[in-house]
């Protein structure tokens, strides 16, 4: 540090702190960076609207085999939904209770363990994900949802059409995304968890609180907003998987509710990546279109999931 | 200890190179004009291709050297690069029609030259324990991928399948959930040949109208499906299917009697089906006879064309083109293909008519 001190001391005459200019030069550095971010967004957003542009607004071929942008994109927009939800409603009860193990239950050693297991989970390419699921995990998870189909079939979720032959259903593609999401739900909240000020839970367990009653009345109001954060980063992942949904999903065109049918309709993402590569120019605007759509709809997700953890942190505050 | 090592490899590597270099240059002088040993072409297309041009390529440039590169970016794309220039030659799964033609005319100063390099049977093969075979005319396959029929016992199906053992199994239809020129040819030919029992358009996508199937990513994809699912037909690249080996490939209905998939039979439909209306002489774009009622025909394939220029401004470039696509028409073009593709080797009379009309290719106006 010194080292590097002391010839600019020689050549900055007149200046009394020469730390300051690196301390300068660094926070450029970081600003920089920092904009980086936001440019690469604009720069994003900038080419869907452009090359999508077109897509919105074509002639009826190009929506094949529909015949207009907004019938084109309802059943993906559907399936986006429903994919995104079951993965959340499975993974969030996994995930919480998961980090409140490692982070208040486990003995020190095995927390360790599991929270790098977590981890290893993460570093899964969602390929693999995706041929696991289609070839494997579909065919276990195929009795549970004839069950499903026999027992509550009324809801329009699981039924009226037949259930899936193969498993190859929504469901599973859910599942999947479930399991792809969990690490990074686990990581965050596990990490919030760790934060509650000791004080506070000792305070509860010294006023006679259980160890669940320390952590509902501790732990888990503390991370409130943390948690939230850490599920829409999940949920945001989940809208916008592509390889693992693609690989699992049976698909046709037609918009269904029933997550346990025959096929589903892809998710946006992943009808992109289907169609891409064989697609004319007109089509390749419209996919684009489509992608501008989940880009915005993924913005406004992440948005309003802010301004919920921020509520949260204001009432916290008080 | 290292450098003796390192010898040891650089001193054949060396002679190789040598030898290899040498020869190329043996085979610049073979060739009419020279210069085109270190030719770099681009060109890209149809996905359909890509396997045969992978053999096509690597065989080309150990004989004669020089770099062809082929992306698969979709017929579409690859005809929209060739009609800009930006691409020397182009594969496409459907023939150019007519906007398409004038763009790459303007290109390439004369009508752009169109022949077939590849073609494939498509099998309708499905999953059924203990049964390998069955017989169904085009209006019954429609049927079942309509929703139609969803049983395996159905009479449709057993009225022609006497002796089959048909089990009340429910049938799940698979079909391509990617654009696909195997999707267009299939629904091309199930809405020629079926009598009106098929009611969508042909199209690169599946239709919506067809209810009940599962769509599938690729050919790899349905394959899955099918290998997974008691009970599942779908259709796919016959060589897929041969390669896999496990399930019942249908025989269609041909005239009166049933004909599995063959190469002969898919090469013998291309042959005798009338070429497409308002074409130029440099196109052999061709209308395939769904209803081809030969002994032995196999209507129910794939074809895909290469498309050329007949001028480059450019003496290597169209020495490679014509030498590249010489070699891909003809029969040891078109045999290696088939050997690692499993494509349907053209017959002779197509593979001359080709290579007379790619020897037109010439540089300068």
């Given at each position: 540090m010194t080292a590097t001190a002391s010839p600019e001391r020689t050549e900055s005459t007149?200046?009394?702190?020469?730390?300051q200019r690196g301390d300068r030069a660094f926070a450029a550095i970081v600003r920089v960076a920092a904009f980086m971010i936001l440019a690469a967004l604009v720069a994003v957003f900038v080419f869907l609207a452009i090359e999508g542009w077109s897509g919105f607004t074509d002639?009826?071929?190009?929506?094949?085999?529909?015949?207009s942008f907004l019938t084109y994109i309802e059943p993906l927009v559907v399936s986006t939904i429903l994919a995104s939800a079951i993965a959340v409603i499975v993974a969030v009860p996994f995930s919480i209770g998961i980090a409140l193990f490692i982070s208040h239950y486990a003995p020190r050693r095995l927390s360790a363990v599991l929270a790098y297991l977590v981890d290893l989970l993460a570093a899964v390419p969602s390929v693999v994900f995706g041929l696991w699921g289609g070839r494997y995990l579909a065919a276990y998870l195929q009795p549970m949802q004839v069950w499903l189909h026999d027992h509550f079939g009324f809801l329009p979720f699981f039924g009226?059409?037949?259930?899936?032959p193969n498993g190859r259903s929504l469901f599973t593609a859910g599942i999947v995304l479930a399991i792809m999401i969990l690490p990074i739900i686990t990581a965050i909240t596990r990490e919030v968890f760790v934060q509650t000020p000791r004080l506070h839970e000792e305070a509860a367990l010294a006023l006679g609180a259980t160890r669940w009653e320390m952590v509902r009345y501790a732990v888990l109001p503390y991370a409130r907003s943390g948690m939230v954060s850490a599920i829409m980063l999940g949920l945001g992942r989940a809208l916008g998987e592509t390889m693992a949904v693609a690989m699992v999903l049976a698909t046709t065109p037609e918009t269904t509710?029933?997550?346990?049918?025959v096929a589903s309709p892809p998710t946006i993402a992943a009808n992109i990546a289907l169609n891409y590569?064989?697609?004319?120019p007109q089509r390749q605007s419209l996919l684009i279109a489509t992608g501008l759509v989940l880009f915005v709809a993924t913005f406004l997700v992440n948005y309003v999931a802010r301004w919920v953890a921020g509520r949260n942190a204001r009432k916290m505050a008080r | 200890m290292n450098t003796s090592t390192l010898r040891r490899i650089a001193l054949p590597a060396v002679a190789a190179l040598t030898v290899g270099l040498t020869l190329t240059a043996c085979g610049d002088k073979n060739?009419?004009?020279?210069?085109?040993?270190?030719t770099t072409l681009s060109g890209g297309g149809a996905t359909s291709q890509a396997n045969a041009q992978q053999t096509w390529r690597a065989n080309y440039q150990k004989q004669n050297g020089g770099t062809i590169n082929y992306e698969e970016v979709g017929s579409g794309t690859g005809v929209e690069n060739f009609s800009s220039g930006a691409y020397s030659f182009a594969g496409t799964d459907a023939y150019l029609d007519s906007d398409q033609m004038s763009a790459a005319k303007s290109q390439c100063g004369a009508d752009p030259i169109e022949v077939p390099a590849y073609v494939s049977p498509i099998a309708v093969a499905f999953n059924l324990s203990g049964v390998k075979s069955l017989n169904m005319d085009s209006k019954t396959i429609a049927d079942i991928f309509a929703g139609?029929?969803?049983?395996?016992?159905?009479p449709e199906i057993a009225s022609q399948n006497s002796g089959a053992k048909l089990p009340d199994t429910a049938i799940s239809t698979v079909h391509r959930s990617d654009e696909s020129g195997t999707t267009f040819n299939f629904t091309d030919y199930l809405s020629k040949a079926s009598n009106g029992a098929w009611s969508a358009d042909p199209n690169t996508v599946w239709p919506?109208?067809?209810?009940g199937g599962q769509g599938a990513d690729g050919t790899s994809g349905v394959m899955g499906i099918l290998t997974d699912t008691p009970g599942a037909i779908g259709y796919a690249d016959d060589s897929a299917v041969k390669a896999d080996g496990t399930l019942g490939v249908v025989s269609l209905k041909v005239g009166s009697s049933y004909n599995p998939p063959t190469a002969e039979g898919a090469a013998n439909v291309l042959a005798a089906s009338p070429p497409a209306p308002d074409?130029?002489?440099t196109s052999m774009a061709t209308d395939i006879d769904r209803t081809a009622t030969a002994p032995?025909?196999?209507?129910l394939m794939l074809v895909s064309y290469l498309l050329a220029c007949q001028?480059?401004?450019?003496s290597g470039t169209a020495d490679t083109v014509k030498g590249y696509l010489t070699y891909v028409v003809s029969s040891d073009g078109q045999q290696a293909a088939a050997k690692t593709a499993g494509s349907a080797p053209l017959d002779s009379k197509l593979s001359d008519k080709a290579t007379s009309i790619i020897s037109k290719i010439s540089s300068g106006s």
């Open positions: 007149g200046k009394p702190r020469p730390s002639v009826p071929e190009t929506y094949a085999p529909f015949t009226p059409g037949p259930p899936t509710l029933n997550v346990i049918g590569k064989e697609a004319t | 060739s009419a004009s020279g210069g085109g040993g270190g139609k029929i969803t049983k395996w016992n159905d919506s109208s067809a209810k074409q130029p002489p032995g025909d196999y209507p001028t480059y401004s450019d």
